[in-house]
């Protein structure tokens, strides 16, 4: 009689470790992203951006160039929050292959997903 109930609790056991197999191959996979990359200094030291003077105008203020010290740095910028969306998904009709009756199926159904956020580097000057 022990047997019988450590075989009921090893197939037992099986069964909702195959459907939990089942029921993950089902998921969507969502890509996981990188973490956000630190400050990174650029190895060749580049010059700020600056204004060029205008000479010919004399109304329009004339802006100083900017000092070069600074540096590059990588940010990240969300281009794309996470959200929900919905989506219709076709249901196939299910047919008895003895009977040829239809059981059901045969409709569209209203489902929805999460979509992740997508984020993108923006590479910004930081004067020091």
């Known amino acids: 009689m022990a ?3 450590r ?3 090893l197939a037992h056991a099986m069964v909702g470790l195959v459907g939990v197999m089942a029921s993950m191959s089902q998921e ?4 996981v992203y990188a973490p956000a990359p630190t400050a990174v200094p650029v190895a060749v030291p580049l010059a700020a951006p600056t204004a060029v003077p205008l000479t010919s105008v004399s109304s329009v ?3 100083s160039p ?3 010290g600074g540096y590059w740095e990588r940010r990240p910028v969300v281009v794309h929050p996470q959200h929900y969306e919905k989506y219709e998904e076709w249901i196939p009709p299910i047919t008895d292959a003895r009977t040829g009756e239809t059981r059901g199926g045969g409709y569209f159904e209203t489902r929805s997903r999460l979509v992740p956020e997508r984020v993108e580097y923006q590479d ?3 004067p020091q």
């Open 7 to 9: 075989d009921v609790g």
């Open 124 to 126: 910004v000057w930081v």
């Open 28 to 31: 969507p996979v969502y890509p």
């Open 61 to 63: 203020p004339v802006v």
């Open 3 to 5: 047997r019988a109930y």
């Open 66 to 68: 900017a000092p070069s």
